[in-house]
């Protein structure tokens, strides 16, 4: 009988050994039985596809830094993440599935595992919060380093991202890795995002408005550009600056869609098709294509814009003196059209300009000497955007000096140290001094009451002229919030110009265009009012502090 028995428990134990070797993940190769494993990250909502992932903001960036440490490669950031003493609070890689157990962040209790993507599953410390699942890249992605917060970071105020590899150009003209767009899109802005969670959806990002579908040209009211079979339509935002304090104008969306295209850059294969730029005026302008499909759109939107005077071959002091006189809507610049020329034997095709041109054709010509593999703009100093992560030296100085190396592509070991834009500031400051969707400008912009429908936003701004030194009834939500002049804590204070010129700002502007945040929201993006972080500072809505809420 004892016989029996035994051979009945062997069996038994051999049949449980094996069920665990049948579950995905149970155990290792070496049939090592994990006591612990990793929380998986938070999934307040999902994507397209299904996979959980945090909100997505498009506001930021939370924190104050971003360093972007290299390693030898991808095990040498899971090593360091695992650590007793991590030195990185995202990676860029997903968790190998042959990881040694003795690396696997999914097996700790310190660090988030997220769901599975088109490009695996990603971890980071559990001390951050909004770390974006992006549905086809994971979490290294724009919107995670624009809405990543901790309340307790290793290193105050800091983001640290890890770097598989080192970049091997930031130059715009020349980057074409993935790393080498981790810091470029970050410096430099795009008219148009792609929602993380839904590659769908378009959001207008640097505009206010740009049209849904190609213009015909019977209504463009201008003979577009030889070829063109559609014309998409563009207005910027008028509170869009770079980080240098210079206006962002459709002269540097034209200098950088033309100049890129010229010189073969790999970031403007999604300007293949287009025919020409054509000015309307210091912040509309159209594109034309040649041919059109269902992504043309989101092609054409994700060229990095630059600031002009920078690269151009005519020199910045003529880019200024060129510019000056076509600041204005009613300047005889406009409407202006350049299309690029023949290609010639050797080097890059000129801009030509088949209508009048008060702004010289000839100052949207990159300067040859930066459009090479061997010119570093950080090196030289103007590696200068209207992005949300500016490159900033130890002595404040924009454009330069941020890197351990003091030049693009710092070896293993070294890193980029980025800088919030608006640094410095308190939340919502002029709007040249910080970025546009800082968190402080959104929370300004909803205490503004606008919503980007003009009747509506026309009515707002009268009424706001009509609180105008007042106090009290329908004129006490103007003298609370982030928008008093006293700010949220300070005590109320009378309508003035500072409350009008606020709402004047952002009269026409829909945050999330062509999208309505309350009602009809693009997926997986955070609930409005949302809890906002910029640097040290939290930012609640009134539904949570009605007394300092920023939109009381």
């Known amino acids: 009988m004892s016989g029996t028995l035994s051979s009945m428990r062997l069996i038994l134990v051999f049949g449980i050994v094996i069920s665990l070797l049948s579950l995905s993940g149970a155990v290792s190769n070496s049939l090592r039985i994990p006591l612990v494993r990793a929380i998986p990250a938070p999934c307040p909502t999902h994507g397209s596809g299904g996979a959980c992932s945090e909100y997505w903001l498009p506001a930021g960036p939370a924190m104050d830094s971003e360093r972007a440490t290299v390693f030898t490669d991808s095990t040498a950031q899971f090593t360091c993440l695992v650590s007793s003493n991590p030195c990185v609070d995202l990676t860029d890689t997903p968790v190998p599935p042959n990881l040694p157990p003795a690396l696997d962040p999914c097996l700790t209790t310190a660090d988030y595992c997220t769901q599975p993507v088109a490009a695996g599953s990603f971890a980071y410390l559990s001390n951050w919060q909004r770390v974006v699942n992006d549905e086809n890249v994971g979490i290294p992605n724009s919107f995670t380093w624009l809405g990543a917060y901790s309340p307790n970071p290793a290193i105050p105020g800091t983001i640290r991202q890890g770097f598989s590899q080192s970049t091997t150009s930031v130059n715009p003209y020349v980057a074409s890795t993935v790393h080498d767009f981790y810091i470029v899109g970050n410096i430099y802005d795009t008219l148009a995002a792609t929602n993380p969670l839904n590659g769908g959806q378009l959001v207008d990002w640097t505009t206010i408005t740009s049209s849904p579908s190609p213009i015909p040209n019977s209504m463009l009211g201008y003979s577009p550009p030889a070829g063109t079979v559609g014309t998409f339509r563009f207005t910027l935002r008028t509170d869009l600056y770079f980080q240098d304090g210079r206006p962002v104008t459709s002269f540097d969306v034209a200098f950088s869609y033309l100049s890129l295209k010229a010189n073969g850059a790999f970031q ?3 300007a293949s098709h287009m025919t020409g730029i054509t000015l309307l005026g210091p912040h509309q302008f ?3 294509l040649n041919s059109t499909t269902s992504f043309s759109k989101s092609q054409l939107t994700s060229i990095s814009i630059l600031p002009g005077r920078y690269w151009t071959a005519a020199g910045s002091n003529a880019w200024d003196t060129d510019l000056s006189p076509c600041a204005i809507q009613s300047s005889t610049c406009y409407p202006s059209q350049y299309i690029l020329g023949p290609t010639p034997p050797s080097g890059p095709p000129s801009v030509q300009c088949p209508l009048t041109c008060h702004f010289p054709a000839s100052d949207m010509n990159a300067d040859p ?7 570093d703009p950080l090196a030289a100093g103007i590696l200068i955007g209207s992005g949300p992560w500016a490159c900033v030296s130890s002595s404040g100085v924009v454009g330069s000096s941020c890197s351990s ?3 693009e592509n710092p070896p293993v070991g070294g890193s980029y140290s980025l800088t919030r834009f608006g640094k410095g500031f308190a939340p919502a400051p002029s709007p040249f001094d910080t970025y546009f969707r800082s968190a402080g400008n959104l929370a ?3 205490w503004s009451g606008d919503t980007g429908d003009f009747t509506h936003d026309f009515i707002n701004f009268a009424h706001a002229i009509f609180c105008f030194n007042k106090t009290g009834g329908t004129c006490t939500p103007l ?5 008093s002049a006293n700010g949220i804590i300070g005590p109320p204070a009378p309508v003035g110009i500072n409350q009008i010129l606020i709402i004047a700002r952002f009269v026409g502007v829909n945050w999330i265009s062509p999208y309505d945040w309350i009602s009809a929201p ?11 972080y910029e640097g040290g500072v939290t930012l609640n809505p009134c539904n949570i502090d009605p007394i300092h809420g920023y939109d009381c």
Not at 522 to 532: C, E, S
Request: hydrophobic letters at 35%; charged letters at 10%.
């Open 405 to 407: 190396s003091g030049t």
């Open 286 to 288: 159209d594109l034309g």
């Open 268 to 270: 403007a294969s999604g």
């Open 522 to 532: 693009p997926t997986g993006i955070i609930p409005f009012p949302p809890v906002l």
């Open 479 to 483: 003298e609370r919030g982030i928008g």
């Open 444 to 446: 300004l912009y909803a």
């Open 369 to 375: 000497t930066k459009t090479t593999a061997i010119f």
